[in-house]
């Protein structure tokens, strides 16, 4: 399983930007996928996961009602909008799954497969 994420950017606080990952499988509707990010000197964090069926969704609560993660099957694509962007969500944001089972917890030992990152900049 390979998974490509990208979308990240250079965005004033208060803009959006929407990330993308590309799972590598054609049969990516059976896997769920995940967010972390990763601001520089910290640790990782979970961010976002949604169910194989997009029926669960899952958020950090200092992203909640400003991110949405969504999913086409049919695109192989799991989707991150970001809204409101402040200057304490720069970082790098890596898509991943578990390969096998629903949303995990929030540690990233609990997932298998993990794309390179995407850079997403605030600017205040």
């Known amino acids: 399983v390979q998974l490509q994420a990208s979308g990240g950017g250079l965005v004033q606080a208060g803009g959006s930007l929407r990330l993308s990952c590309a799972h590598s499988?054609?049969?990516?509707?059976?896997?769920?996928t995940g967010w972390f990010r990763q601001a520089p000197g910290k640790e990782r964090e979970a961010v976002s996961c949604?169910?194989?069926?997009?029926?669960?969704?899952y958020y950090t609560d200092s992203v909640k009602g400003r991110f949405a993660i969504s999913r086409n099957n049919a695109k192989n694509t799991v989707y991150l909008q970001i809204f409101s962007l402040k200057p304490e969500d720069m970082a790098v944001y890596y898509c991943?799954?578990?390969?096998?089972?629903?949303?995990?917890?929030?540690?990233?030992?609990?997932?298998?497969?993990w794309g390179q990152g995407t850079l997403v900049t605030v600017s205040s």
């Open positions: 499988a054609f049969t990516s509707r059976y896997y769920a």
């Open positions: 949604i169910s194989t069926s997009a029926g669960s969704t």
């Open positions: 991943t799954t578990p390969f096998i089972g629903p949303c995990p917890g929030p540690s990233a030992n609990e997932y298998e497969y």
